[in-house]
């Protein structure tokens, strides 16, 4: 099994709403990460999970939060979003943070924040 | 700050033509680079990678060039087909021992029948 599985694919969402996205792979890899993809943009990076411990936050608001409960589960719970934060939430894995490889993406979870 | 850009947004081709898509990076001490294809709706899909030990790496109809002088990387894509059509993004990861992936601007390749 060479996939990350993210879901939903879509997500509508208020402000004042909490929701999660959820994203899972079955590689044994011991490292995990959140992106976010505005249209025509690049992926920017969010989170590093590196044997489920937090090891890079990269400036995010606190209205998004990660969570990593087991090696194989990621996820990103959302709570007073804005409607900028509308984009494409990646989810990807690596074989470990301290070295340098393929990272494996999910498809994405769309976020649209009304 | 230290970033990864592309020099051509977008780049039209005849199918069966050879692509090459380039891309400028200003860290030299940037040690591992990869290139990914995103296809509209999808996540980004492994094309090649490159180890800064190497200056070039061939795949299926693929080829990474990597010109650490001038801090270049291009991708060529040989007999370019209509399933190449998609955003082509370079990325690198900065030294220093972690995993810490980084992406550059994206090339839209469309190919022409």
């Known amino acids: 099994d060479t996939e990350v599985t993210q879901t939903p694919k879509h997500l509508v969402m208020g402000m004042t709403n909490k929701k999660s996205l959820k994203c899972e792979q079955h590689?044994?890899?011991?490292?995990m990460y959140w992106y976010k993809q505005k249209a025509k943009k690049p992926p920017e990076l969010m989170f590093v999970?590196?044997?489920?411990?937090?090891?890079i936050n990269e400036s995010v608001p606190s209205r998004f939060s990660p969570e990593c409960p087991n090696s194989s589960l990621l996820n990103l719970h959302l709570h007073a979003l804005q409607p900028e934060d509308s984009a494409l939430y990646l989810c990807?894995?690596?074989?470990?943070?301290?070295?340098?490889?393929?990272?494996?993406f999910g498809e994405g979870s769309r976020l649209t924040v009304l | 700050g230290e970033s990864v850009g592309l020099h051509l947004p977008t780049l039209s081709v005849q199918e069966g033509d050879n692509s090459i898509i380039n891309c400028a990076y200003s860290n030299s001490a940037s040690d591992y680079f990869i290139w990914y294809k995103q296809e509209s709706g999808k996540g980004p899909q492994f094309i090649i990678d490159?180890?800064?030990?190497?200056d070039k790496r061939q795949g299926q109809r693929v080829t990474v060039l990597l010109n650490k002088t001038v801090k270049h990387l291009s991708l060529q894509i040989a007999a370019t087909q209509p399933g190449d059509s998609a955003v082509y993004f370079c990325?690198?990861?900065?030294?220093?021992?972690?995993?810490?992936?980084?992406f550059g601007a994206g090339t839209r390749l469309a190919v022409h029948p």
């Open positions: 999970y590196s044997y489920e411990k937090l090891s």
């Open positions: 990325a690198e990861t900065p030294g220093g021992g972690y995993n810490k992936l980084i």
């Open positions: 490159i180890r800064s030990n190497m």
């Open positions: 990807a894995s690596s074989q470990d943070f301290s070295s340098a490889g393929e990272l494996f």
């Open positions: 590689m044994g890899h011991r490292a």
